[in-house]
């Protein structure tokens, strides 16, 4: 299906897709065919790491700290996306004017939305994570009703922050890769290799093989060795 960059109507079928898929289109197609339509998935030392990571931070458990109220755990969905997934945490901060503020049960004042996603390693070139928040975001501003332009990708080896602006640029590439990803999905077809550095780092290389080629690049090299010579 294809999903529109504006607010869906009540009487559109949207075939939703774990958030977290989008980080794995937006990194490699054939990884996101492999997980999302043909179930395979191998733990390595990455995996591992980051899933130990969100563990952590996917506690479940809210705590207030004055002017700041930190959710965990925060079931998200988008229309506009096709997505649903889940927030490692978002943070409320109290805010003095109205504008990006809203009501939170049980406190006074009005707070705005700082979503922040737990990521093993460091900070990247490519904007995988920055995908992965934006569509976070995304999510958040039309469950509240409040527009977010920021939030915060969290790098368990330097222990740091990375400040994100949730910005025009950043909107169209995810919206991009949510149509994308679904025009895959609902092929139901899985991406030939792409070979690159990244491979080395993918818990799918075993099962992906991307240097073996296509399925018919494969065949032929079998029966060419086992030809007899002449």
Not at 32 to 41: P, Q
Not at 160 to 182: S, W, Y
Request: glycine share 6%; net charge neutral.
């Amino acid at each position: 299906m294809t999903i529109p960059s504006g607010h869906g109507s009540a009487s559109e079928e949207v075939d939703y897709l774990p958030l977290s898929a989008l980080q794995h289109f937006a990194y490699c197609r054939r990884q996101f065919a492999l997980i999302h339509l043909e179930r395979l998935w191998e733990e390595n030392l990455f995996t591992a790491e980051g899933r130990v990571l969100h563990e952590r931070a996917n506690s479940g458990e809210a705590e207030t700290r004055r002017d700041l109220h930190i959710a965990r755990t925060l079931r998200l969905r988008s229309r506009q996306l096709g997505v649903v997934g889940v927030a490692d945490v978002v943070e409320f901060k109290r805010v003095e004017i109205a504008e990006n503020g809203m009501a939170l049960p049980g406190r006074d004042g009005l707070w705005r939305p700082f979503p922040v996603e737990y990521k093993r390693g460091r900070s990247k070139r490519e904007d995988w994570d920055r995908i992965q928040l934006c569509a976070q975001g995304i999510c958040l501003e039309e469950m509240l009703g409040v527009a977010i332009s920021e939030g915060a990708l969290y790098y368990g080896k330097p222990h740091r922050r990375e400040a994100v602006q949730i910005d025009a640029a950043l909107r169209r590439k995810t919206f991009e890769l949510a149509e994308h990803m679904h025009e895959v999905w609902a092929a139901r077809r899985t991406p030939l290799p792409e070979p690159g550095p990244k491979c080395e780092r993918c818990s799918l290389a075993d099962v992906c093989m991307p240097n073996a080629g296509s399925a018919s690049d494969y065949l032929r090299r079998v029966l060419e060795s086992e030809t007899p010579a002449r």
